[in-house]
């Protein structure tokens, strides 16, 4: 069984401080991995993929891969109050239907002023 | 822009009745197509993936009599939800990937669509 486990907080942070989520997998076989973020009551939007070991900075957004851990995160800096969502992991397996995503429960954060 | 298109956004009927979800790709063919359910507070449930001109492939604990998927071309696929009773009031939404991205092609997700069934 494929399994994503993400720390389901609510983690809080101060506008300006650093956001660090994290999402450990179980399928040594998972390919690609996304961060996506939920509004409430909307669908998901993805932030940032990764695919190789290391990190991807794309703005404020920091992904960071470490497969031989099964590890991955994603750093947010500067939080802003509308960074304030839910954050989903998602992974890919080597095997499964070609976009069939595996989702963790989501790690809600808020950024307050 | 949106790249997939869902309809309708919400949507509240009687129980017993049925309803149909679309999933639209915009400016890309999806071959393959995928309907997930969310309760509040919980992750998405891959429910089934929709592969056009074939049969969909349900996941284990999905009714398939229930939820009906058709795909009928390359850029629609349909969730038919029959017989709704108040157990299927739930926030649906769909996903297609972008084959032009190759195997890391960028998965896109529809608006949702919110069921309540009264």
């Known amino acids: 069984q494929k399994e994503v486990e993400q720390n389901s907080g609510p983690l809080s942070v101060p506008e300006g401080a650093i956001a660090s989520l994290n999402c450990t997998y179980s399928?040594?076989?998972?390919?690609?991995f996304f961060w996506y973020r939920q509004y409430s009551g909307k669908s998901p939007e993805l932030i940032m993929s990764?695919?190789?070991?290391g990190d991807k900075e794309d703005g404020r957004f920091t992904a960071q891969l470490n497969k031989a851990s099964q590890y991955v995160s994603l750093l947010i800096r500067d939080s802003q109050p509308s960074d304030s969502a839910t954050y989903l992991c998602?992974?890919?397996?080597?095997?499964?239907?070609?976009?069939?995503?595996?989702f963790g429960r989501g790690t809600q954060l808020t950024v307050w002023p | 822009g949106a790249v997939v298109s869902q309809h309708p956004s919400r949507v509240i009927c009687k129980s017993g009745t049925s309803v149909k979800i679309e999933c639209r790709s915009l400016?890309?063919?999806?071959?393959?197509m995928f309907w997930y359910r969310q309760f509040p507070k919980k992750s998405l449930m891959l429910m089934a993936t929709?592969?056009?001109?074939?049969?969909?492939?349900?996941e284990q604990g999905v009714e398939k009599d229930k939820f009906l998927i058709n795909h009928a071309s390359l850029t629609l696929s349909t969730l038919t939800v029959t017989s709704a009773h108040p157990e299927d009031s739930s926030f649906y939404i769909c996903?297609?990937?972008?084959?032009?991205?190759?195997?890391?092609?960028?998965?896109?997700f529809g608006e949702g669509s919110r069921l309540t069934v009264l």
């Open positions: 996903s297609a990937r972008n084959p032009r991205g190759g195997n890391t092609g960028e998965l896109f």
């Open positions: 399928d040594r076989g998972s390919q690609s």
């Open positions: 990764i695919y190789s070991n």
């Open positions: 998602a992974v890919t397996s080597r095997g499964s239907t070609l976009g069939r995503l595996y």
């Open positions: 400016d890309f063919q999806a071959t393959t």
């Open positions: 929709s592969n056009e001109g074939s049969k969909a492939t349900y």
